[in-house]
């Protein structure tokens, strides 16, 4: 299966956020049976079907979030809002990152709800402090409540919101997007030195070594917050 963005080969350092998301994940794939339905709503290029081989995957997407993306491994090329998928279909849904990019997110919640089947399971992910992604189409930003909200309208009950680290893990996130300020030392696509980027050269390429460094110490720092109400993002488990 070929994908353009391997979201299980982000180191964490690279995108601390992405990693959190993966190990969500995981943790979602080890605790279904083998054989249970899932379904993955929003789930781009599929990059976490792998982790559920001992599943019976289906994958859901609108197919229009990143044109670089490959969605040839969709099964249904549908809005959350309206899916073609008979009512008490799945075992447990999964929707990672995806919530903020929907217009109508009450209605998708609800599909999720429509799909499950009487005690299945949803498993959702959002962020609650990132920077605009796959815009246009970029809406929203969630706390805990709004999530529970949502849940609860739609219909599910044993709505359970974890936040995804603290506020020093959030911190250890953003450090890296610094580096994404530096412009390159050559235009791409075309012949030509930048001369602002080979002057700001070796002050990125220090950066990159410290960066890492000051990720880890935040990190180890991320225990004392015992509040955890400024997260990166969210997880969230519920039941039909």
Known sequence: MTITDDFIAKSKYSDLGRYCVTAFVKSVADGLAPGSSLLDAGAGECAYKGLFRHCDYKAADMAI???????????????????????????????????????????????????????????LTVPMAQDEHQTPYDYFRYTSYGLKYLCTAAGFSEVSVVPMGGMFLRWAYELPRALRMFPKARNSGVSGIRLAGVFLYPLRVALGLVIPVCQAMLLFLDRFDTVRNDPWGWELTARK
């Open 65 to 123: 979030g990143d044109s670089t993306w490959n969605y040839d491994h969709l099964d249904y090329k549908a809005p959350l809002d309206n899916l073609p998928i008979p009512d008490a279909s799945f075992d447990a849904v999964l929707c990672t990152q995806v919530l903020e990019h929907l217009q109508k997110p009450l209605e998708c919640v609800k599909e999720m709800y429509r799909v499950l089947k009487p005690g299945g399971r949803l498993f």
